[in-house]
């Protein structure tokens, strides 16, 4: 079964439990999913306890990403000493994004196939990233975009709605350091840098408006066709961690002022000299 995490919560949690039945008639399941949180089947059943392996893909230790480099250099026959540590920096532990570098590297220093000894220089590297930057963005910047135009619920006094998918990406975008997010944030932390910018941060419902955002946050990217998914929150520790790793060489190297200024407001909601 590929692609579980494209379920939404309520679907993966039905599924564990039909999990134990196929394992009782003898019927083995693969399910291939990307999620954060180690043992999130059993989360949802407890009867799973034992009775599943997981095998993590992740993460790439550096002498991983290192070998993957050195085999590149050697089959094309390049020196890439001036650059390797910066493509394992800017990679992220994500062995995509570092063959994604190195392969846009040999593009740009003219490496098309084995020949005499050539270098890779940082001045190489240093066009591959503005590249990949360019590509994330656009696909990026559309799937936020969408996300943060969710449609406000009305608060239950009858009132305009609270926004929170907006809002979220207000802060998310403008008040974290990628390396936080890299460790993901719990939801003391969001809701901290939201009540600073959102104007009902007063409001009673507040919380509670959070909490149903945060817990359905996987199901606004599946409703607004978010595929892959970005974000993933664990109702278990109360964190949001990043699904997808691009995502972080994304947050790091883009400025993000003139998209977030370009958002569409909820209803109700206006812009007074720069501020919502």
């Known amino acids: 079964m590929e692609n579980f995490h494209y379920l939404n ?65 050697h089959s094309l026959n390049i020196d890439m000493s001036n650059v390797r540590d910066s493509i394992l920096n800017e990679s992220f532990g994500n062995v995509g994004v570092l063959q994604e570098l190195c392969r846009k590297c040999c593009y740009i220093a003219g490496i098309v196939e084995t ?67 890299r460790q993901g944030l719990s939801r003391s932390d969001i809701k901290n840098a939201m009540k600073k ?9 507040f919380d509670s408006a959070l909490t149903v955002f945060l817990n359905r946050i996987g199901t606004y990217q599946k409703n607004k066709r978010i595929n892959p998914p970005i974000f993933d929150y664990d109702t278990n520790s109360r964190r949001l961690n990043i699904i997808d790793p691009t995502f972080f060489f994304f947050l790091k190297h883009h400025n993000h002022d003139d998209f977030l200024a370009s958002l569409k407001l909820p209803e109700g909601y206006a812009r007074s000299g720069g501020s919502i």
């Not at 999130?40 to 799973?48: A, E, F, S, V």
């Open 9 to 73: 919560e309520q679907e993966q949690e039905a599924f564990s439990y039909d999990l134990r039945t196929f394992q009782d008639i003898d019927v083995r399941v693969i399910i291939l999913g990307i999620w954060r949180e180690r043992n999130r089947l059993t989360q949802y059943n407890g009867d799973l306890q034992d009775r599943i392996v997981e095998l993590p893909v992740e993460p790439w230790e550096n002498y991983h990403l290192m070998q993957i480099i050195s085999l590149g250099e």
């Open 115 to 181: 020949g005499s000894k050539r270098n890779v220089l940082s001045e190489h590297l240093a066009k591959a990233i503005l590249e990949n930057v360019d590509d994330y963005a656009s696909r990026f910047h559309r799937s936020l975009e969408t996300f943060a135009a969710s449609k406000p619920r009305q608060s239950q006094d009858g009132g305009k709605g609270m926004g929170m998918p907006f809002f979220f990406i207000q802060v998310f975008l403008s008040s974290f350091h990628p390396d936080e997010i």
């Open 197 to 205: 910018i959102h104007p009902n941060n007063d409001n009673q419902q």
